[in-house]
């Protein structure tokens, strides 16, 4: 096995369309996605391992960087095409070492563990891992990079055409994702950044609403225009009247489509504009060919019920997250003073996209 560090474009292509089908990969670690740490002042970088040329593994790396701190941060994986799991070992020893020559402070891995047969292929069995991470602790202690940590999962293996995936879901739910296109509504794949930026806003003023916030249009807007440009990802608005009044954004990754983020503006009447977001993705994971859907994680109450109506199944991954300590004696200073800075994320993160 040969591994290497990069950045170059030529393997960067390559290694997103690894990710692209690699059932066990994530958008998290597509270069795009990495690349948006750059608005914060971060840096990023793929490891990639190869076999006769061919690229049998690997993992995407942030690098938060503040002061005299400097993390490892890998939010998914490391992974490895079936059949290669031998060399997990090797692989983990490699990002410790590469975060250790980086002069980092500490390094953090999250694998996908599950024994869930339903999502059996896009995971390793805890009896894969067992023996590899013997050099890391589990857990996770730096919470500034968002991690995986399970699929929320539409398992359309049963079923021909999404019509026949319909008939499964209740009564209700099936009323309700027809009624909109009953409505004077109109779907369109935005591709324009104007478009796009119109829908955004949408989602970020429905977040407000919400009390949560998302990251900002300019963190994004390059991720998510490369990623539609390469045929990764769609951005959906949705029209009545004219008028955007739904809007959302998924992501091709580990050859299924995951719902990023989406918003609908909420009106009386309620005409059920949040059904139609995600049966337009379910039909696009049909036209696809993919097997499934990740609705995601997470979310209010509210939403992860509204989610639930789709059949899906929230799996959490066993104990995914590892973590080692590269230099003890920084990282302590850091755990010292985080406490403090914590409650001041946002603002930090908005400091960090000046200083760069």
Not at 58 to 74: E, M, S, T
Not at 192 to 201: L, M, P, R, T
Request: proline residues 3%.
């Amino acid at each position: 096995m040969d591994f290497f560090f990069t950045k170059d474009k030529e393997w960067l292509d390559k290694w997103d369309a690894y990710v692209a089908v690699n059932p066990r990969a994530s958008h998290l670690i597509l270069s795009d996605w990495l690349k948006s740490y750059l608005s914060y002042g971060f840096d990023y970088e793929v490891g990639i391992a190869l076999e006769d040329d061919i690229i049998i593994g690997g993992f995407g790396v942030v690098i938060p960087k503040v002061l005299f701190f400097k993390f490892y941060i890998i939010p998914h994986g490391p992974i490895v095409t079936r059949g290669y799991e031998a060399n997990l070992e090797t692989i983990l020893g490699q990002i410790r070492a590469r975060a250790k020559w980086l002069n980092c402070c500490y390094v953090q891995v999250s694998l996908p563990i599950s024994n869930n047969f339903k999502i059996k292929n896009h995971v390793y069995s805890s009896a894969e891992v067992q023996n590899t991470y013997h050099k890391f602790k589990r857990g996770k202690l730096f919470d500034y990079v968002y991690c995986s940590y399970g699929l929320n999962w539409v398992d359309f293996s049963n079923y021909l055409k999404p019509d026949d995936y319909l008939e499964s879901l209740s009564p209700k739910v099936r009323r309700n994702i027809r009624l909109p296109y009953r409505k004077n509504t109109q779907v369109t794949y935005a591709n324009h950044i104007a478009e796009i930026k119109n829908g955004y806003a949408l989602i970020e003023d429905n977040a407000k609403e919400a009390g949560y916030d998302i990251r900002s249009f300019d963190d994004l807007k390059d991720v998510i225009l490369n990623l539609i440009k390469g045929h990764q990802a769609f951005f959906i608005n949705i029209y009545v009247d004219g008028v955007i009044k739904a809007s959302a954004f998924f992501i091709i990754a580990a050859g299924h489509l995951t719902n990023i983020m989406g918003g609908v503006t909420k009106e009386k009447p309620d005409i059920k504009l949040g059904y139609m977001l995600q049966w337009e993705a379910v039909k696009r994971s049909f036209e696809l060919g993919f097997i499934g859907y990740n609705i995601s994680m997470g979310g209010s109450q509210g939403v992860k019920d509204f989610k639930a109506r789709f059949g899906t199944e929230a799996i959490t991954y066993e104990n995914p997250h590892f973590y080692s300590v590269i230099r003890p004696a920084v990282f302590g200073i850091f755990i010292t003073i985080e406490k403090y800075i914590k409650p001041y994320k946002r603002k930090i993160s908005s400091l960090l996209s000046k200083l760069q």
